[in-house]
C-alpha cells in the first residue's frame, strides 16, 4: 500500500528562517507553498513552503496560530505516505480501523491529493496519505545528493506494544533492533515499501500509554564519509566522526542538533 515516504512535515514559527536554513544546510531549492486554509492538520491555517533537496522533499508549516509550536524553529509535525490510489489505500484502511480527518483528501498546491488520518486512530501521530498528480514526477531538488528518506523514528512507552500496532494493524514485519543510543531500545519495522523506527528511551515514563512521538528522520545518501565534507562546508557538524552500524545493517550518523536547528536528524547508508 505504501510506496515510499514522499515526505517529513516540520512546524515553524518562522517560516523564512526555515526555509533559508534548508536551502543553506542541504542546498535546498524552494519548490512551492503559499497561504494554507484552516484544516484538520493545521486548524488556524497559515502558510507553508516545500523544500527539496535531491529526491527528498520536506513541507515547512508556519501557523497562524503559533501557540502550539515547540521552541525550536524546526518541531517534526506529520510523514506524508505516497500510494498508487488514495480512494483504494483509504477503503483498505477503514477496513482495518483507521478513520480520517476529513471527508475527502485535498489538493496541494502540486495537484498531489492529500488525505490526513485521523489522529486517534494513528497513536496521536499526523499521517498523510498522498496520491501523486498524473504528470508528477520525483523531487528534483539539489543540493545534497539524498537518495530517499528511510524512515521516521518515533519514541514509545511500551516497545513490544509499538511493534505489535505495526504488525497487527499494517501488516508490518518486524526486522530487527537492539540496544539504543539513548540506552534503552529500538525496533525495525517495515510495512509495504516503508519503514519505521520505534524507540523505548531507557526512561520510558514521560512518554503517554499508546502514544507515539515524533522523534527524528533519517536521510538516505551514497556514502556518508563522502557526503560528510560537503555538509560541514555547510555549516552543519555530526555527534561523531564517523558513522555507527545499527541492528539492520544501516550506517547512522546523526547531525548535531545545534546545527540542525533542534530537529533530529540523521545520514543513513543502506546495506549492500
Given at each position: 500500500?505504501?510506496?515510499?515516504?514522499?515526505?517529513i512535515g516540520y512546524l515553524t514559527s518562522?517560516?523564512?528562517?526555515?526555509?533559508?536554513?534548508?536551502?543553506?544546510?542541504?542546498?535546498?531549492?524552494?519548490?512551492?507553498?503559499?497561504?494554507?486554509?484552516?484544516?484538520?492538520?493545521?486548524?488556524?491555517?497559515?502558510?507553508?513552503?516545500?523544500?527539496?533537496?535531491?529526491?527528498?522533499?520536506?513541507?515547512?508549516?508556519?501557523?497562524?496560530?503559533?501557540?502550539?509550536?515547540?521552541?525550536?524553529?524546526?518541531?517534526?509535525?506529520?510523514?506524508?505516505?505516497?500510494?498508487?490510489?488514495?480512494?483504494?489505500?483509504?477503503?483498505?484502511?477503514?477496513?482495518?480501523?483507521?478513520?480520517?480527518?476529513?471527508?475527502?483528501?485535498?489538493?496541494?498546491?502540486?495537484?498531489?491529493?492529500?488525505?490526513?488520518?485521523?489522529?486517534?486512530?494513528?497513536?496521536?501521530?499526523?499521517?498523510?496519505?498522498?496520491?501523486?498528480?498524473?504528470?508528477?514526477?520525483?523531487?528534483?531538488?539539489?543540493?545534497?545528493?539524498?537518495?530517499?528518506?528511510?524512515?521516521?523514528?518515533?519514541?514509545?512507552?511500551?516497545?513490544?506494544?509499538?511493534?505489535?500496532?505495526?504488525?497487527?494493524?499494517?501488516?508490518?514485519?518486524?526486522?530487527?533492533?537492539?540496544?539504543?543510543?539513548?540506552?534503552?531500545?529500538?525496533?525495525?519495522?517495515?510495512?509495504?515499501?516503508?519503514?519505521?523506527?520505534?524507540?523505548?528511551?531507557?526512561?520510558?515514563?514521560?512518554?503517554?500509554?499508546?502514544?507515539?512521538?515524533?522523534?527524528?528522520?533519517?536521510?538516505?545518501?551514497?556514502?556518508?564519509?563522502?557526503?560528510?565534507?560537503?555538509?560541514?562546508?555547510?555549516?552543519?557538524?555530526?555527534?561523531?566522526?564517523?558513522?555507527?552500524?545499527?541492528?539492520?545493517?544501516?550506517?547512522?550518523?546523526?547531525?548535531?542538533?545545534?546545527?540542525?536547528?533542534?530537529?533530529?536528524?540523521?545520514?543513513?547508508?543502506?546495506?549492500?
Amino acid at each position: 500500500m505504501f510506496d515510499k515516504i514522499q515526505h517529513i512535515g516540520y512546524l515553524t514559527s518562522d517560516l523564512d528562517a526555515a526555509v533559508s536554513w534548508f536551502e543553506r544546510s542541504f542546498g535546498a531549492v524552494n519548490a512551492g507553498g503559499g497561504p494554507l486554509s484552516p484544516s484538520y492538520a493545521v486548524p488556524s491555517g497559515g502558510r507553508n513552503a516545500y523544500l527539496r533537496f535531491g529526491q527528498a522533499e520536506a513541507e515547512i508549516i508556519e501557523p497562524e496560530d503559533k501557540s502550539g509550536v515547540g521552541s525550536k524553529i524546526l518541531d517534526m509535525h506529520h510523514v506524508g505516505y505516497v500510494v498508487e490510489s488514495i480512494e483504494q489505500a483509504a477503503d483498505d484502511l477503514r477496513a482495518r480501523g483507521f478513520g480520517f480527518g476529513s471527508d475527502e483528501p485535498f489538493v496541494n498546491v502540486f495537484g498531489h491529493q492529500v488525505f490526513y488520518l485521523d489522529a486517534e486512530t494513528t497513536n496521536g501521530t499526523l499521517v498523510h496519505l498522498t496520491q501523486l498528480a498524473p504528470a508528477a514526477s520525483g523531487p528534483d531538488g539539489e543540493g545534497l545528493e539524498v537518495e530517499r528518506i528511510v524512515h521516521a523514528g518515533y519514541l514509545v512507552r511500551d516497545l513490544e506494544a509499538a511493534i505489535d500496532w505495526y504488525v497487527q494493524r499494517l501488516s508490518g514485519v518486524h526486522v530487527g533492533g537492539g540496544a539504543s543510543r539513548r540506552g534503552g531500545r529500538n525496533a525495525f519495522v517495515n510495512f509495504g515499501q516503508v519503514q519505521v523506527e520505534l524507540i523505548e528511551p531507557g526512561d520510558p515514563s514521560a512518554i503517554p500509554e499508546g502514544v507515539h512521538e515524533m522523534d527524528h528522520v533519517g536521510y538516505v545518501v551514497g556514502d556518508i564519509p563522502t557526503c560528510m565534507p560537503e555538509c560541514q562546508h555547510r555549516g552543519l557538524s555530526f555527534i561523531a566522526d564517523a558513522p555507527a552500524t545499527n541492528s539492520i545493517g544501516q550506517q547512522v550518523l546523526y547531525f548535531d542538533t545545534d546545527t540542525s536547528l533542534g530537529s533530529r536528524m540523521h545520514l543513513t547508508r543502506l546495506p549492500d
